[in-house]
């Protein structure tokens, strides 16, 4: 067994730039005593679980198998069911269809239930009333924002849902779910009357 006795844990600073990681082989040990898998392995370090992959991968045990082979736990033996808890919540056990019946209410953030639609092409990818599509250079996104008609987050039902632009998004659903106006709307400020 290699001596780690002088070692402390690895930290790393707020702040501070990310050094290149050059993970040893006692730090990698180090890393798989203290940890269940090679994610918690990963974790431990404060390296992503590819950093620690590569890592991991060099160095071989006398047997010739990698260390992250060795440290490999496919079934989560030993880790607490809390820990693997978010993959099956309630959540995520609704399906679309459920929540636009609005036989289920709608859980999920309004941007992740957009993406959603569109994916499953109950949506266009444009705005409902101006049909503005453009995409963003930088990651080629589209602008747009899913309204709750009635302003009710948890309400999912399909003729509940519009998709709209920024500028239609600011215009139509202004303030819904905010601070109301404290001057009624229309009044004094209605350029009509002008
Ligand atoms: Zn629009």
């Known amino acids: ?4 006795s002088h070692l402390k844990p690895y930290q790393f600073q707020p702040g501070q730039k990310a050094a290149a990681k050059n993970l040893s082989e006692t730090q990698i040990r180090y890393a798989m005593d203290n940890s269940l898998s090679n994610a918690g392995a990963a974790r431990w370090l404060h390296v992503t679980e590819r950093t620690y992959k590569k890592y991991a991968s060099l160095y071989f045990d006398e047997n010739g198998v990698s260390l992250y082979q060795l440290h490999m736990n496919r079934y989560a033996a ?3 069911k809390q820990k693997l808890k978010r993959w099956t919540s309630k959540h995520h056990r609704d399906t679309l269809r459920e929540v636009l019946d609005g036989t289920a209410p709608n859980r999920r953030q309004p941007s992740k239930l957009l993406e959603k639609l569109i994916k499953a092409e109950y949506f266009l990818e444009e705005c409902s009333v101006c049909g503005f599509n453009e995409r963003r250079v930088l990651d080629a996104k589209v602008p747009l924002y899913l309204d709750f008609i009635d302003g009710n987050r948890k309400n999912g039902k399909i003729e509940n ?11 139509l659903s202004g303030n819904k779910r905010g601070k109301q106006p404290e001057v009624p709307l229309g009044y004094g400020f209605d350029l009509r009357n002008l």
């Open 161 to 171: 849902l519009q998709v709209l632009c920024h500028n239609h998004f600011f215009l």
């Open 1 to 4: 067994m290699v001596d780690i």
């Open 78 to 80: 030993g880790i607490k």
